[in-house]
């Protein structure tokens, strides 16, 4: 029987670090700590929501965690799985269960299929169904994403933007997965735009207990689709809990900066703003300590030097600071 709470996908210390290379022989002088010992699970027919700055590792932890590049260190387990040391042909199956929607629809389609063509493409690799019967899928898909199967001839600079990533979808959708990993998928839309492909998305979960993880810069995108919320801050997880949680009792410094950046619906509530200083530092040479102290504003001098471990403050409710 089918654990309905048991994750899809499991992820333990996930590190990847990409080599910086100088000279003429190529040598290896130091690293991009992108992704530096991440963990967090997602369970079936859910959504994590994997939010923060860009250049905080967020797009490179939703690639490795689908080994489109492949991880330093970790465990990445599927459906219990490990699956870090399969190789291609080992890897195949879990690659059906596992499909990514990119952030821009339009570089992302092949400008010279059409849009049936591009969304067969995955049944085609993978050999599945005939001819006939891969038209009707895909003529289903296009449906149920909102498109008429008339389209389907058509190429992707005949579509808008939103209609675009409608494309991305029902391609995700073609192999029937578990995951689908959202790399900013609706941030390169018009805000109505937004909501209609974010309702889109949560429909399908509903029908089909898929499981999402959606990463984006923007903590309001996320908070409609998100049932867990992990923040990231330059190649660690700095506070993990559920979307209530992270909406209402925040417990990390930068967790409440994004918070404060987030449009209140209600005019008499009001946030009280807190304007991030400077950017994101160099992943090449992370700050020592807490990574976050140098924007922090209740730094401690122990903060520049030890750094805090990611801690369960209340049950599923996870922060790494020293003050909490
Ligand atoms: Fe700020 Fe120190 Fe907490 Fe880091 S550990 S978030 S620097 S208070």
Known sequence: MVNANAPVIEVKDLKKHFPVKKGLLRRTVGHVYAVDGVSFAVKSGETLGLVGESG????????????????????????????????????????????IIFQDPFSSLNPRMTAGDIVAEPLLVHEVASAKDRREQVAALFARVGLRPAQMSNYPHQFSGGQRQRIGIARALALGPKLIVGDEPVSALDVSIQAQVINLLMDLQRERQLSYLFISHNLAVVEHISHQIAVMYLGRIVEYADTRSIFTR??????????SAVPVPDPAIKRQKRVLQGDVPSPVKPPSGCHFHTRCPYAEARCKVESPPLREIAPGHHVSCHLR
């Open 56 to 99: 905080c590792g967020k797009t490179t932890a939703g690639r490795a965690v689908l080994r489109l590049t492949e991880p330093t260190s970790g465990s990445i387990q599927v459906d219990g799985t490990e699956i870090t040391g399969l190789s291609k042909a080992e890897l195949r199956p879990y690659r059906r269960q596992m499909q």
């Open 250 to 259: 925040a417990q990390h410094p930068y967790t409440e900066a994004l918070l």
